[in-house]
T-cell receptor, first 116, second 111 residues
């Protein structure tokens, strides 16, 4: 079975602080995809990134960076110099890349509040 | 570039009534997914279509739930004899490859 754990349920920071959101996953599949989504107060899930299991290279996009470590089954997300607009619930998700099932398995989410 | 759209955005109904939601995917996307999200939880998969074929259904999808995608474009999700436990946000997503893009959701409240 596939499982995603986001141990932190809620974090509050002050603007300009760096913050890391943890994600640990479980799967028996040898190939899979990992995702991060953002859900602002408006409710719509916004796609942030997809990572293939065979690609462990870390990625940076502006203030966002992702650290994928297959050895520890983790896919952590760091926001550098946080801003108020980063306030949202962030979800980590897992999907098989082979075997027919294309469902996303989500963690419970982590609510980030960035205070001015 | 038009994203995924869902209608209605909000629905309030009385227990025992039937409701139907609609999802219009991004136009070139051949895959369409339905998820349900309750307060404080991540979305849970309900079902998915590739073109008009329904390829996977979750055990969460009881026999009161039915989904269709008759022409491989828009999809409808119907809930019959609604129960208070059906109150949730119903999310639709579409994709052409592995990445799924979500609509704004339909919030259902069953009184």
């Amino acid at each position: 079975a596939q499982k995603v754990t986001q141990a932190q349920t809620e974090i509050s920071v002050v603007e300009k602080e760096d913050v890391t959101l943890d994600c640990v996953y479980e799967t028996r599949d040898t190939t899979y995809y990992l995702f991060w989504y953002k859900q602002p107060p408006s409710g719509e899930l916004v796609f942030l990134i997809r990572r293939n299991s065979f690609d462990e290279q870390n990625e940076i996009s502006g203030r966002y960076s992702w650290n994928f470590q297959k050895s520890t089954s983790s896919f952590n997300f760091t926001i550098t110099a946080s801003q108020v607009v980063d306030s949202a619930v962030y979800f980590c998700a897992l999907m098989r890349s082979q075997g027919g099932s294309e469902k996303l398995v989500f963690g419970k989410g982590m609510k980030l509040t960035v205070n001015p | 570039d038009t994203g995924v759209s869902q209608n209605p955005r909000h629905k309030i109904t009385k227990r025992g009534q039937n409701v139907t939601f609609r999802c219009d995917p991004i136009s070139e996307h051949n895959r369409l997914y339905w998820y349900r999200q309750t307060l404080g939880q991540g979305p849970e998969f309900l079902t998915y279509f590739q073109n008009e074929a329904q390829l996977e259904k979750s055990r969460l999808l009881s026999d009161r739930f039915s989904a269709e995608r008759p022409k491989g474009s828009f999809s409808t999700l119907e809930i019959q004899r609604t129960e208070q436990g059906d109150s949730a946000m119903y999310l639709c997503a579409s994709s052409q490859g592995p990445s799924q893009f979500f609509g704004p959701g339909t919030r259902l409240t069953v009184l």
